[in-house]
């Protein structure tokens, strides 16, 4: 679709989020011989945010994607 995205409204976050999880299946597949354990991916937008991780997990890696 060619559409010019001027903000993050539910529809961008819903379309990442459906990236992010296709690329996540595929990885998934990939390491399940390493034992290692993948999540859901997450899509998080706005100004102030906080993330946090269940204790003991040991997130590898979170990716800002765009900021409009």
Do not use: W
Not at 24 to 45: R, Y
């Amino acid at each position: 679709i060619d559409e010019r995205v001027t903000e993050v409204n539910a529809l961008v976050c819903d379309t990442v989020g459906e990236f992010a999880n296709v690329i996540a299946g595929k990885a998934k597949d990939t390491i399940k011989e390493m034992q290692l354990e993948l999540g859901l991916p997450n899509v998080i937008s706005g100004v102030t945010y906080a993330i946090q991780f269940p204790t003991r997990s040991f997130p590898m890696y979170v990716l800002s994607l765009i900021h409009i």
